[in-house]
């Protein structure tokens, strides 16, 4: 069960990395759609299929092991799966909520994705620790920072939704050393149990 800060550190060397890729994704989805004169409203859902297929391509390219992930008909809910020593990040586009925080997505129906939220390895025989990374956009520029997460549980109801913590990754954190970032706590973290 990794904390915020650890896994923090463990995916330090990812963090520049993910981010140019995102940008590059939309960056390119933006020219896509300018050259074809096609609106991102009329179709959002193929824009970003776009951002995170470059996006996809940008890690496999620095040697990330990462892959494109839709394992149902919705969408709005394909992202990336990348693997970085024992963690499987699930990179999805998110959501702003009614107060304006990012929604955390809810696994829905699939069985796939509510083994991910409970925590079943995301690699056949090997362990993993799971966590949702998630990112949103303004016409088509990243947002900074993005949301990590590490959820427990999940299925179609956001009532059912338990997460253990949630936190930031900013740009910057890129810059720091691995260790400086063991010590931080998240924004938020569920209470333990005794």
Known sequence: MASYGRALSALHPTFAT?????EEGLEEAQRYHTERQYKRSDDPHLYL???RRRACAVLEEEGLAARLVDDSAALNMSGILIHHQGFAVRVLHAQRGTAGEIEVPVPGPSRPRQEFWRQASAIPGLETDNLLLLWLDDKGVLQDPMVLIRPLRGDNLKAN???EWRGKIYREMAKLRAEDLVGLEPDWQADRLA
């Not at 993910?18 to 995102?22: A, C, M, N, Q, Y």
């Open 161 to 163: 939704l338990q997460l």
């Open 18 to 22: 993910i981010f140019r890729s995102l």
């Open 49 to 51: 299929h776009l951002a």
